[in-house]
Structures are given as C-alpha cells and as structure tokens.
C-alpha cells in the first residue's frame, strides 16, 4: 500500500472547487476535475475531515444530478482513474452500491485482483476486488434509480445514515458575509435620489425588516460577547456598536409613541 504524498495545496482547490458548483464547465472537464480533487485531497487544503464532508460543504444543492447512462459513463471513467465506489458515490450523488451496478453494468467492474488499484477514503491505494453484495442495507434510491431486489431486505431496512453536515465554523462566516451584504445593499437603496418619494412604498416591509433585526438581536445574545477572549479594544468597540444601534431604534420608537399621543 502506498500512501499519497502530494500536498494539498489551498488555493489549487479553492480555483477546482469554483469550477466545480459553477456547472458551466462540460461534463468531462467536470469529472477531470472531480477526479484531481479527489487525487490531490483537496478536503485537506479547505479543512475538510473527510471526503464526504467536502462534497457537501462545498456543493450541497448544487450536486451534479445525472441521468443513468450519463451516471454510468462518468462512474466508469472515475472508477478507472482509481476512486473507490463510495468515493464517486459521494460525488455524483449515488450509493456504493448503485456504483457498483453501474460498474457491472458497463462491464469494467472488477478486474483481476491485484491488477489495479483504488484509491480509498483513507488516501491510501488498495488492490481493487470484487465487493460481496451486503444484505440488509437500505438504500434510499436516486430519482432515476432501481433498487435491486436482491440488494434490499425490506423487512430488515436500515434508518438510512444522516446527512453529513457543512463545518459549522464555514458556514456561520460565510452566512454572515450574506447578511452584511444584504444589509448594505438596503441602505444603499436609502441613498439613492429617488427614495424620499418611494419612502411610503417601503414601509409594507417592516416586518419582514423587524424580523431579521429580532434573529439578528437574538444571535448577537447567543454569542455570548462578555464570555470572549477578544481584547480590551475590541470589546469596547463592541459595547459601543451596540450602543449607537440601540439608541438609535430607541429613538425611532419613542418617536413612534410620541405620534401616538
């Protein structure tokens, strides 16, 4: 067994990892790419524990869907590039185990042992062998796929396995990058010459508005700000933030009541 040494390198995989959700790109530039992230362990370089999780904290929604005969040429080519089936699996959005069809079905699953190698989750490569069929699995089907009868015992199906998750750390930054934007671009609206006299035709937003500022409040609390190791600057650039956006709702809704009155 031999161990990958090529390093990953970050920004290589970030360029693949663009090219790869634009979906712009033609389908064999995509396996190519697919395939050199998997070789070059890109999960590595964007600080991913493992395959999986990259496939579905860089992807997601925009997991490549293909239709069977299309499926099963792209499993081939990757499965000859030496990706494991569970790898390509995670990749184009199958079980392992409709891999391995697809495989046979196309008639370049399992070579001789020791003919060729995989290369496995791990990083390692592996001879490649025929798998034995696993009984007792449930596998939750594709739109365009057929479970095998013979592969599934209904009476013995398993709870399918949970979705792996995006790292958490990634997707709070890159939410919050979302609201910021979104944010600036209402108070750019604010400024532009014709909002004086569209002001009334904003104002069925408010809750919606009041809302995302409530989830906003809310998430600010769940940080626990006085509980952080940040240092004496920053906290009282914190402290006054917060304290220039409260008197300013303030003064906004005591001129609310005063109207009232």
Known sequence: MTDI??????????????RIRSGM???????????????????DAL?????????????????????REQRREIVAGMSAAGMSSRAIGSAVGSS?????NDLQATGKNFPVEGERTVLSLDGRERPAARPAPEPNVWVEPG????????????PARLEPPKPKRRPLPEAFTDAGRDL???AERLTRLTE?????????????????????????TRLVQAMNLPATAASEEARRWWATSLNTISDALRDVANSLEQEKQ
């Open 5 to 18: 040494v090529q390093a990953p390198n970050a920004e290589e995989a970030r360029a693949r990892a663009d």
């Open 25 to 43: 790109r033609v389908l064999a530039e995509w396996q190519q790419d697919v395939i050199a992230a998997y070789a070059a362990r890109d999960w």
């Open 47 to 67: 600080g991913y524990e493992t395959w999986d999780t990259y496939i579905d904290g860089e992807y997601g929604e925009h997991r490549v869907r293909l239709p």
């Open 96 to 100: 392992h185990v409709t891999v391995q």
């Open 143 to 154: 739109a365009d796929e057929v479970v095998d009868a013979e592969l599934v015992d209904e």
């Open 180 to 182: 910021a934007r979104a």
């Open 192 to 216: 532009d010459d014709r909002f004086p006299k569209n002001r009334e035709t904003t104002h069925h937003q408010v809750p919606e508005l009041l809302g995302a500022l409530d989830h906003t």
